[in-house]
């Protein structure tokens, strides 16, 4: 969380801004009866009674200064900018999910749905990869629901970190590619200096952050290589547990040849950093923001 030095405290229309150096918090803290506080505390127990609340600010690029400035200072804009943007994806995904919750509630078949309810279903199957099944089979449902689902915050930036070095990569910075995602089509990425001889991947460009973010988690979400990531997530909702990061990393043995070290590093870029502490984190509602 934010330290106690070098902050500057700006309560404006009851929400707290939080400047340090060149990085712009875009979070407030707020307790669950909806009073306005700083977290500053560093005791867990004491933080879990804190909700971080996040501005849904789309940035586009990442700053071409992230080399320059300290590792504190990198870190934290670093999570300024990434973390609204995978809430903004996981709101995307938690919105599907439970338009899918109420789809099935209730139905046994297809004919207990109606005509656009059919067909916003097999819009969802296709996105996600599933053969759509008339019948509405168990199975089905099951593989489903076991795809359309958020990935963990804590996970997310901890690959993010990981794979764009915090922002210091010249993929991130030219390409705006947070996570290393590849492509084999030279008109939509840019070549590694260093790749191997023969390879022909390229590094995925995209529009925007947000867009590396989104096709991050439809990549998890769909490649049969993450198959037990969501396997692992689909038992922590049936066991009515929190989604843990370092838990579904181990379902990430196919993101690097690197292997076990690759989750490894992940589950120590996520316990050093607490990125657990934003698994929680929601994001400030348009009706909040047109109050301002």
Known sequence: MLPKTGIVAIVLAGLLYSV?????????FGRSDNSVAEQTTTNKEQQDNYAIKVYPIDTQDMPANMAEISNQERKQLFVDILLPLILLSNQAISEERSDLVVLFRGTTQQSDLSGRQIRYLKVLAKKYKV????????PFRQEMLSRIDIIPVDLALAQAANESAWGRSRFARDARNIFGIWTWNPKLGLAPKRRDKGSRHYVRKFNS????????????????????????????????????????????????????????SLRIIISSNQFDRYNNATLVSSLTLASL
């Open 20 to 28: 340090q150096a060149s990085a712009f918090s875009l979070f407030w």
């Open 131 to 138: 053969k759509y099944d008339p019948q509405l089979g168990i």
């Open 209 to 264: 952050l947000g867009d590396s973010v989104a096709e991050y988690m439809r990549n998890l979400n769909t490649h049969r290589a993450y198959s037990d990531l969501r396997r692992l997530r689909a038992s922590q909702r049936l066991h009515g547990q929190p989604l843990s990061g370092e838990l579904l990393a181990s379902g990430l043995l196919s993101y690097s040849t690197r292997g076990k070290d690759y989750v490894s």
